[in-house]
């Protein structure tokens, strides 16, 4: 069990450049999900899949940002025509349907906008 | 709505003191879990600990324990015997429906609290 891996790290773009994040969760967990978190603030919920099923999507999620589960495994997602209010960090989520508790968290991508 | 109430932006300990983080949370939902992660300078969230609406019991994990009471709506984060590593921001955090996370079982979290631990 390697846990929940994003890639990139880091990524700077300019704006109204689209960029693409990339969330492997761990093995065999079928719900993923996606936060953003902004400077001093918590992570916000952004989107939540069970398998390859996207069922809930935050009105945070706006028409430029999609996200894909393919398989249900690995997930992606995809802000199109960035604008500096992306810039945040996208911190990538899993967990099993049957785990009580916790949600496992990757590392994040931190996001910059110039 | 759900909302979670951390009023304490920074707070610093003495090593090897006891420090309580405040946690407060609305919600009209019976059945809810209330959760702590810690998130250290490299950005990864860490669980910590987590305490059901239902148990009776406040939960423990280690140097880690929640003083949950109900009444009142809040689940204060006792961290016991600071170390330097405990040093990070601390986040409050809720899931409302269930143990099973309900519908969609995503976490609601508060701003957080900056600890700095103080050798």
């Known amino acids: 069990d390697t846990g929940v891996s994003q890639n990139p790290r880091h990524k700077i773009t300019k704006r109204g450049q689209n960029v693409t994040f990339r969330c492997d969760p761990i093995?065999?967990?079928?719900?993923l999900y996606w936060y953003r978190q902004t400077l001093g603030q918590g992570p916000e919920f952004l989107t939540y899949?069970?398998?390859?099923?996207?069922?809930?999507k935050s009105r945070l999620l706006s028409d430029r940002f999609s996200a894909e589960r393919p398989k249900g495994s690995f997930s992606t997602l995809e802000i199109q025509r960035t604008e500096q209010g992306d810039s945040a960090m996208y911190l990538c989520?899993?967990?099993?349907?049957?785990?009580?508790?916790?949600?496992?968290f990757g590392p994040g991508t931190r996001l910059t906008v110039t | 709505a759900q909302k979670i109430t951390q009023t304490q932006p920074g707070m610093f300990v003495q090593e090897k003191e006891a420090v309580t983080l405040d946690c407060t949370y609305d919600?009209?939902?019976?059945?809810?879990?209330l959760f702590w992660y810690k998130q250290p300078s490299s950005g990864e969230m860490i669980f910590l600990i987590y305490?059901?609406?239902?148990?009776?019991q406040n939960a423990t994990e280690g140097r880690y324990s929640l003083n949950f009471q109900k009444a009142r709506k809040s689940a204060n984060l006792v961290i016991s015997a600071s170390q330097l590593g405990d040093s990070a921001m601390y986040f409050c955090?809720?899931?409302?429906?269930?143990?099973?996370?309900?519908?969609?079982?995503?976490?609601?979290f508060g701003k957080g609290t900056k600890l700095s631990v103080k050798p």
């Open positions: 989520a899993s967990s099993h349907e049957g785990e009580l508790y916790e949600q496992y």
């Open positions: 093995s065999e967990h079928n719900r």
């Open positions: 899949f069970q398998n390859e099923a996207q069922l809930e």
């Open positions: 919600t009209s939902d019976p059945s809810y879990g």
């Open positions: 305490q059901g609406s239902y148990d009776q």
């Open positions: 955090a809720m899931r409302e429906g269930g143990i099973y996370g309900g519908s969609q079982g995503n976490l609601i």
